[in-house]
């Protein structure tokens, strides 16, 4: 049994930061690549950042490149994604997810486990 609990969500104004954190309960967390996703009402669901079970490789989409960062505490279980400088259009609802695969999976389709999310606005 693996459960995923994404905090941190709310409202901010924009150039602001948020951290977000993802806890996850599971025997295998050193092992579970992670990543965080987001969904915009109206639109689906898009990769923004995933990282590796040893917590040295990362990867950003285009849309946060240079304004987010990730980290992994194996000790903690704890997965945390920092936004920095946001925009009106970070705006949406933000997921956490993990699975035993690929660091470098970007579709959310390969994620075998996902959180119920934490909302994300940011006004202009």
């Known amino acids: 049994q693996v459960t995923l609990k994404e905090s941190g969500g709310g409202l901010v104004q924009a150039g602001q930061s948020l951290s977000l954190s993802c806890k996850i309960w599971g025997p295998s967390f050193p092992r579970y690549t992670v990543g965080w996703f987001r969904q915009a009402p109206g639109k689906e669901r898009e990769f923004v950042s995933t990282?590796?079970?040893?917590?040295?490789?990362?990867k950003f989409a285009d849309s946060v490149k240079g304004r987010a960062t990730i980290s992994k505490d194996n000790a903690e279980n704890t997965v945390s994604l920092q936004l920095n400088d946001l925009k009106p259009e970070d705006t949406a609802v933000y997921y956490c997810?993990?699975?035993?695969?690929?660091?470098?999976?970007?579709?959310?389709?390969?994620?075998?486990?996902w959180g119920q999310g934490t909302q994300v606005t940011v006004s202009s």
């Open positions: 997810a993990c699975g035993l695969i690929w660091m470098g999976t970007t579709e959310p389709q390969n994620y075998d486990y």
């Open positions: 990282i590796g079970g040893s917590g040295f490789t990362k």
